[in-house]
């Protein structure tokens, strides 16, 4: 069983940059897919981002691109998305997500889920 738990969501202006992480505990996540999703309030769960165990590839949700990125270090087991030029539409709950299997951009994808971290942008 792994256990992630996300955190440095907090509240920012538009335009400004946070980096949340994502520490997992209870067994290594080295050769673990790895990604993000974010629930806005009243709006579907939705993928923001995701790695491959090794790093070597990566997806991101259109709106994100060139302004989030993924990235994470297995020694620390620790995963991060690096968030730049935040909107207000990026109002949401973070959530860390990972999976032994093979990097996917679907819910279904990822057996294990973190609590969430809440992200604020105001504008």
């Known amino acids: 069983q792994v256990q992630l738990v996300e955190s440095g969501g907090t509240l920012v202006q538009a335009g400004g940059s946070l980096r949340l992480s994502c520490a997992a505990s209870?067994?290594?996540?080295?050769?673990?897919?790895m990604g993000w999703f974010r629930q806005a309030p009243g709006k579907e769960r939705e993928f923001v981002a995701a790695?491959?165990?090794?790093?070597?590839?990566?997806y991101y949700e259109d709106s994100v691109k060139g302004r989030f990125t993924i990235s994470r270090v297995n020694a620390k087991n620790t995963v991060y998305l690096q968030m730049n030029s935040l909107k207000p539409e990026d109002t949401a709950i973070y959530y860390c997500?990972?999976?032994?299997?093979?990097?996917?951009?679907?819910?279904?994808?990822?057996?294990?889920w973190g609590q969430g971290t809440q992200v604020t942008v105001s504008s």
């Open positions: 997500v990972g999976d032994p299997r093979s990097i996917g951009t679907k819910a279904y994808d990822f057996m294990f």
């Open positions: 209870g067994r290594t996540i080295s050769t673990y897919a």
């Open positions: 790695i491959s165990w090794s790093g070597g590839t990566t």
